[in-house]
């Protein structure tokens, strides 16, 4: 067996130092890309579409206090870029929905109230909300819906509804800018650390949940936009503009729609749906309109029973008889007063003297009668 030189130590020195030299290298640019991805991130979590104009623009529920999605809504109605706003609100206190001070808030800036609609909802995630609209848009018939939500929850919005929708209908996102919140410089305040992180771990779990999430297959069985668009005598009609303007953003739609077949089973099942709609809302089963109705029948009956009370107790004023006025005391005078005075110590020195004069009477009716003596017959001495 032959025998092997020894390596010398100076050449495994040299080795040594060939692999860290790699070592080091590799370290180099793992924190390189770290450093350009971790700069980068935050830009990542923000998307925006291109678009002219769109018929329907959606606000989802969540926005803080600074309604930064609602004035990003309502910039684009004023410059022309969308025709109606479909305003979305969770249930923030016993009845009452955050869609309502929304929509007041958009009538207070020049938007008309017949361009905005309100869907109630009470979902506790932005995957359940987007499935309720998702079935809301079909029942609708919507072909294009631009979702207006805040920059660093655009992207993770466009992939929930994007998954659920496939398609239909076709999904927008616009992302409002949030003030405290900088995707280019992330960690230059505490706040936006924050939702950089926040946004991050839900992307993550979203993620999870979409590869095993099913699409959307169905639409709403009832009305939940409130006012209800397909009921004039409310006062909140679908908007001529939305109908007649084309939308540059739904060539998609049409040209899917232009592929399927228009067969018999088509027709039935969009048949069917519409007189299930119909159905639905001659029946009443719009929940929101049910409470509104409930709430002015309410109103109206306590107006009318305050209203009936009031007559009844003005009528009741008007039958009962006043009483007559008694004339009052003339104040009395100096002069009536002393005089009075006077008469009152003349009838007491009149009442003191009677009854002096009555107290020898009384005590002589009540002294004991004398008894009369006998005086001792003297004896007679004889002679």
Same mark, same amino acid.
């Given at each position: 067996m032959p025998i092997r030189p020894r390596t010398?130590?100076?050449?495994?020195?040299?080795? #040594? &130092?060939?692999?860290?030299?790699?070592?080091w290298f590799a370290v180099a640019v793992f924190l390189s890309v770290g450093g350009v991805c971790l700069w980068r991130s935050g830009r990542w979590l923000v998307h925006e579409d291109a678009f002219d104009h769109v018929k329907w623009a959606l606000v989802l529920a969540g926005e803080s206090r600074d309604?930064?999605?609602?004035?990003?809504?309502? &910039?684009l109605f004023q410059e022309g870029r969308v025709d109606t706003l479909i305003l979305s609100g969770c249930r923030i206190f016993k009845n009452r929905y955050q869609s309502e001070f929304m929509a007041e808030y958009a009538v207070q800036q020049g938007v008309p109230r017949d361009r905005v609609f309100e869907f109630r909802q009470d979902t506790y995630s932005t995957q359940q909300?987007?499935?309720?609209?998702?079935?809301?848009? =079909?029942?609708?018939? #919507?072909?294009?819906?631009?979702?207006?939500?805040?920059?660093?929850?655009?992207?993770?919005? +466009? +992939?929930?509804? =994007?998954? #659920?929708?496939?398609?239909?209908?076709?999904? #927008?996102?616009? @992302?409002?800018?949030?003030?405290?919140y900088d995707p280019n410089a992330w960690w230059s305040n505490r706040e936006s650390r924050k939702l950089w992180f926040d946004e991050w771990v839900k992307t993550f779990f979203t993620t999870y949940e979409l590869w095993s999430e099913r699409p959307e297959s169905g639409k709403a069985e009832y009305q939940g936009l409130t006012p209800d668009p397909?009921?004039?005598?409310?006062?909140?009609?679908?908007?001529?503009?939305?109908?007649?303007?084309?939308?540059?953003?739904?060539?998609d739609s049409a040209a899917r729609a232009a592929e399927k077949p228009i067969g018999k089973e088509a027709l039935k099942e969009g048949a069917g749906d519409s007189l299930k709609a119909e159905r639905h809302a001659a029946e009443g089963s719009d929940s929101a309109r049910v409470r509104r109705d409930s709430a002015q029948a309410a109103a109206r009956d306590t107006l009318a029973a305050e209203g009936a009370?009031?007559?009844?107790?003005? =009528?009741?004023?008007?039958e009962t008889p006043r009483p007559e006025s008694k004339a009052a005391p003339a104040p009395a005078t100096a002069a009536s007063t002393a005089a @009075?005075?006077?008469?009152a110590k003349e009838a007491e020195a009149k009442k003191a003297a009677a009854h002096t004069a009555k107290k020898?009477?009384?005590?002589?009716?009540?002294?004991?009668?004398? =008894?009369?003596?006998?005086?001792?017959?003297?004896?007679?001495?004889?002679?």
């Open positions: 010398p130590p100076r050449a495994r020195s040299e080795v #040594l &130092r060939h692999w860290t030299l790699w070592v309604c930064e999605r609602t004035d990003a809504a309502i &910039r909300e987007a499935r309720q609209l998702v079935r809301q848009f =079909r029942l609708q018939n #919507l072909d294009t819906v631009l979702v207006i939500t805040s920059s660093f929850h655009s992207a993770r919005t +466009r +992939r929930i509804f =994007r998954k #659920l929708a496939q398609g239909y209908p076709v999904v #927008l996102l616009a @992302a409002a800018d949030y003030h405290l397909s009921a004039p005598s409310e006062g909140a009609a679908m908007p001529a503009a939305a109908l007649d303007k084309p939308s540059h953003a739904s060539t009370r009031a007559g009844e107790a003005a =009528r009741t004023a008007a @009075a005075r006077e008469a020898p009477a009384a005590a002589a009716s009540k002294a004991p009668p004398k =008894r009369e003596e006998k005086k001792p017959e003297k004896s007679k001495k004889k002679g």
